[in-house]
């Protein structure tokens, strides 16, 4: 197999060439016998920003493809010591051992094994999930490869299971029930966070998110798990359920999973969940990303990941997102500009899930008179 070398970030790293997976001058990294691809430079990238502030003693990467996520965090995020590398592909294995020697990674060991079966073997502060699409099958043994107060790295591609469109998968992968919200997105991510604090509390785990986005076609996001039964309790307290009404387009999230009528109007309302009700970013923790931008202006992604950052700082007072288009269409009147609703609204921000969405802790009824106003 031809191999040839790409930069990214501060690593060199061989994979396969991508001319000889090409079908009709097109190239999909699924065809490719070790995966890399390219489009999610943007989730390493904000990943790499993410993990420099951990910080971690040791880490996992278990899901390694190329080795590309473990080694640009042995080069640019400040892990103090180890780094284990896997994968259960034979060919990855040898790509991943080529690129550690590459790029003089000395504390690294490179295991060909079942990740879940790996992750029930070792301890380490951070553990990074980044499998073909859904992380639910490795989320109880991802977590179970953690030290006390370790950190929890998921990238998720399998958005229509976690919003909603796919109602047997989100039920199967989730146990979410219900349907698609106008806030699909958002919903998506919290629905994979409600998972992770179920499986982090049968293990006695509570979990703090720290930095949660939406990007392209997925979710990433990293937790920190607070270890014992209390912590546990008090992380599965945050769980509820997601609701919009049908008839004026109020959306909320509720411990009760049981309402049926919107508290504004009286419509009925669809839900879904169990989801994270929970702030899905830490000020703090988004703040120290925010100050570690100037030291990886390296990255030609550095811009749209300061961009990202600031938006998630902005949204993280608010709760759920609503659309303009939907609230508009509901309303049977022309839809109004972004502009014209931040304005309007005074207190709002647009969101990153979504640019015909808004987030505002203004009250239904006056997003509404703003929408007739536009
Ligand atoms: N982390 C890589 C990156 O950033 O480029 C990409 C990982 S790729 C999406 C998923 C990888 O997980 C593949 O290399 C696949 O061989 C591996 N994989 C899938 N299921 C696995 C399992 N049960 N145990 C170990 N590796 C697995």
């Known amino acids: 197999m031809k191999l040839v070398e790409i930069i990214e970030g501060k690593a060199k790293i061989l994979i396969p060439d991508p001319a000889q997976f090409s079908r009709e001058g097109k190239f999909d990294p699924a065809w490719s016998p070790v995966f890399y691809n390219p489009r999610m430079t943007f989730n390493r990238d904000v990943s790499v920003i993410a993990v420099s502030i951990i910080s971690p003693s040791s880490v996992l990467d278990a899901m390694s493809a190329t080795g590309i996520r473990g080694i640009r965090y042995a080069l640019e995020s400040n892990v103090k010591d180890e780094i284990i590398f896997n994968d259960k592909n034979p060919i990855s294995i040898e790509i991943i051992s080529k690129n550690v020697k590459n790029n003089g990674l000395v504390n690294s060991k490179v295991v060909k094994s079942d990740a879940n079966s790996l992750m029930h073997q070792v301890k380490v502060e951070y553990t990074d999930l980044d499998p073909f699409g859904s992380p639910a099958p490795f989320l109880f043994a991802g977590i179970s490869s953690l030290r006390r107060r370790g950190y929890l790295g998921v990238t998720a591609t399998d958005l229509s299971a976690l919003e909603g469109k796919s109602k047997t998968s989100s039920i199967r992968k989730y146990g979410a029930s219900g349907g698609k919200l106008s806030f699909s997105r958002e919903a998506g991510l919290r629905v994979l966070l409600a998972k992770i604090a179920r499986e982090a509390a049968v293990q006695e785990k509570g979990i703090k998110p720290l930095v949660s986005f939406y990007n392209d076609y997925y979710y990433r996001l990293f937790v920190r798990m607070d270890d014992g ?22 959306s909320f999230m509720s411990q009760d999973n049981c309402i049926k009528k919107c508290p504004y109007c009286s419509g009925n309302v669809r839900r879904f969940g169990p989801a994270w009700t929970g702030e899905l970013n830490d000020q703090e923790f988004l703040d120290k990303m925010k100050e570690r931008i100037p030291s990886f202006s390296y990255l030609p992604n550095i811009g749209r990941a300061s961009k990202l950052i600031e938006s998630l700082i902005a949204e993280n007072k608010y709760e759920l997102y609503y659309r303009t288009d939907v609230l508009s269409s509901k309303m049977k009147i022309n839809m109004p500009t972004m502009e014209f609703m931040i304005n309007c609204l005074g207190n709002a921000v647009r969101t990153h899930f979504d640019p015909r969405g808004f987030k505002t802790s203004r009250s239904i009824s006056e997003v509404r008179e703003c929408i007739k106003a536009g």
């Open 229 to 250: 039964a209390k912590k546990a309790d008090a992380t599965l307290e945050k769980l509820g359920t997601l609701y919009e009404c049908e008839a004026c387009g109020y």
